[in-house]
């Protein structure tokens, strides 16, 4: 299976017509993973007797012309819960956790009979931005494999920039599904805070954590996004929104004449590389051949963004990972006096040292006397954050800008350096922080190492996104260039 | 080094946290921890006099719902993912302290 010239509706075209079943090529993406996940090592686990027994149940069922995600391989990001199929959010304190009950997202994606291939590397917790904190492995850039994949979703991106699937579900709370997208130049969306339940999410930062896709093109996220959104009982910070069929629009008709696009000068300045930069400035031209507007806009209060994000995000994790405590799942520690030692020495020898980085900063931050001067000031901040996005959506259909501040990284290069690799965050965070969909998409190249570009919206307005996106990959070649990696392409 | 955060108060905040640092591990993170606090410091620059603090953007607000149980009777599943369990309960060291006498 070649899905570097696949796309979801090329694969249930074909799978309607019977040119290959679907336990048929449920096979061929096991075969190709194993052939380059040596190279990427972008899974944790590979669920290949379940998948291999749900695509053979689909096949006897017969797949129809009206169920397009329906027997097409996907691959879900490790810190999404999978009954029966070991859960670890990439950390050592939840190594051999198997989920009793499916995530809503993954429960969603059975129904529309998407076949679960297996799970993937992320940083612990979804806490890092290179996948080089996981406690298990390092994923590599599919591009070069010197290079780190971004993170945290890390092996959801390298996984399908690497062909191995056409989708996969990351998790974003400061940049982890849009960053690895950039880096390994494909698209991923976080939708807007309230899109999509996270009922069986691992929890980092219950304010600001979204689960959203990543594939090669617009059309097929968007597909993707409409099967996993909608209201949950189980997340009662699901939106009851109505959820549209996000694809319906992505037509030849479609068109970005007339609207209104802020570019915020605070997204091309200090820090940001030259040909990130360049590439930004061209794609802002090429919406403009295209008939739309693009002004300089200003986010005065950008740079605060992820100064305001470490504090709220790490408060909330100090408090969700209270959880793990060593009592009724995940790592106990031997050697324990009392149960105060299981706790401290279950946590300590559990976490890995960002986790416990965080878990300090919040909480610091939360703690008697600090958390007025902290916590209160960051949550004040994050305020005076969403009322400058206020101010531009207003007039503006969207804004664009990069992603990052630069392409991937050497691998190695800044883990040990924490405050450097924060502010590589410094353009997602406030997507975050605001609740914004935010979409990233190729848009040019540094070095051979993709550039990627974000849309950021109106809450809810997905479309719009995806729309910009798409018409912007009509107009432009940079999703058709893949990898060169073990030459199956 | 600003002090923002000294050794004791990370053993502090770390007792609070529940984990526990050896020396090396202090000697790292402590100042790592008081270059990100100057990090955090740097909000100061922002006027907040009067505004609202957001701690949620969610467009749901005191969502209510019957209080049903649902996906019960699991406890044999559940306790498979117990560290230790013993007679259908999760089993853990002794609560009070066996090590020393008080």
Redesign the interface.
Known sequence: MNYFKQDLASLHADLVAKKYSAKELTQATFDNIKATDPKIDAFLALNEDAALDQAAKIDAAGIQDDQPLAGIPVAIKDNIVTKDLTTTAASKILA???P??DATVSTKLTNAQMVTIGKTNLDEFAMGGSTETSAFKQTKNAWDQTKVPGGSSGGSAAAVASGQVVAALGTDTGGSIRQPAAFNGVVGMKPT??RVSRWGLIAFGS?LDQIGPLTRGVKDNATVLSAIAGHD?HD??????AVPSFASDLTDAASVKGLRIGLPKEFLGEGVDEDVKNAILAAADTYRQLGATVDEVSLP?NK?G???Y??IASSEA?SNL?RY????????AQD??????????S??EG?GDEV??R???G???L?AGFYDA?F?????????I?NDFKAVLKDHDFIMGPVAPTPAFDLGAEIKD??TM?MNDILTIPVN???LPGLSLPAGFSKNLPVGMQLIGR??DESTLYKAGYVFEQNTDFHLQVPTLGGQN | MANRINRDQVQHVASLAKLEFTDAQLDAFTPQLDDIIGLFETLSEVDTDGVEATSSVSDQLNVMREDVADNWGQSQALLKNAPDAARGFVKVPAIIDESEDN
């Not at chain 1, 405590?325 to 106990?332: F, L, N």
């Not at chain 1, 324990?336 to 020495?345: A, G």
């Open positions: 051999n956790f198997k009793v009950y805070y309230g304010s009982d009662l910070t699901s939106s009851t929104q209060h605060y992820v100064a305001a470490y504090i100090s209270q405590d060593g009592i009724r799942y995940g790592y106990r324990v006096q009392n149960l105060e030692d299981v706790y401290v020495k946590r300590s976490f416990k980085r878990i300090m900063l909480t610091f931050s703690s902290y209160l000031k960051a949550a004040k901040v994050r305020t005076v969403i924490p405050i924060y922080l605001a609740g809450p809810f």
